[in-house]
């Protein structure tokens, strides 16, 4: 599948002749490991995969950077959400490849969370400051 790759081999002072001379091989993520390891919630430094990933984006995937690593600053369980349900679809074969890194693929998966999650932000921005305070407080106390 492509989610790690070979990245040098570490030579052994002891053991069989054979790994003596070929030594035990070492991995790191590919591109598309890193854009997996960002949907695993147990995965830690994800900022710094994060940062990885874009890294080695084009230009169609540079567009949500920026989106992304606001969201990540204000938002950071629900912007890794998004990594978790583009990956899931990837598994459950409703987006054919998980490169590019393509956004509008999910437009395509009819997820009830995604859509509850933007129905809740766009009624925020409507509500007026007391109501915004009163919504928070509301679910400050059920979570």
């Known amino acids: 599948m492509e989610i790690a790759e070979e990245d040098g081999r570490l030579p052994l002072r002891r053991g069989p002749k054979a790994l003596q001379e070929k030594g035990i091989p070492y991995y790191k993520l590919t591109k598309k490991g890193v854009l997996v390891a960002l949907s695993i919630s147990e995965v830690k430094n994800r900022e710094k995969l994060l940062k990885e990933f874009f890294s080695k984006s084009d230009s169609k995937e540079k567009e949500y950077e920026r989106i992304i690593t606001s969201l990540l600053e204000t938002s950071p369980n629900f912007t890794y959400s998004i990594f ?14 998980l490169l590019p890194f393509d956004l509008s693929k999910l437009k395509d998966v009819s997820d009830e969370s995604l859509m509850i999650q933007k129905e809740i932000l766009e009624a925020f921005l409507k509500l007026s400051k007391q109501d915004k305070e009163e919504a928070i407080r509301f679910l400050n106390e059920i979570t």
């Open 84 to 97: 978790q349900k583009y990956v899931k679809a990837f598994c459950d074969n409703k987006i054919k490849d």
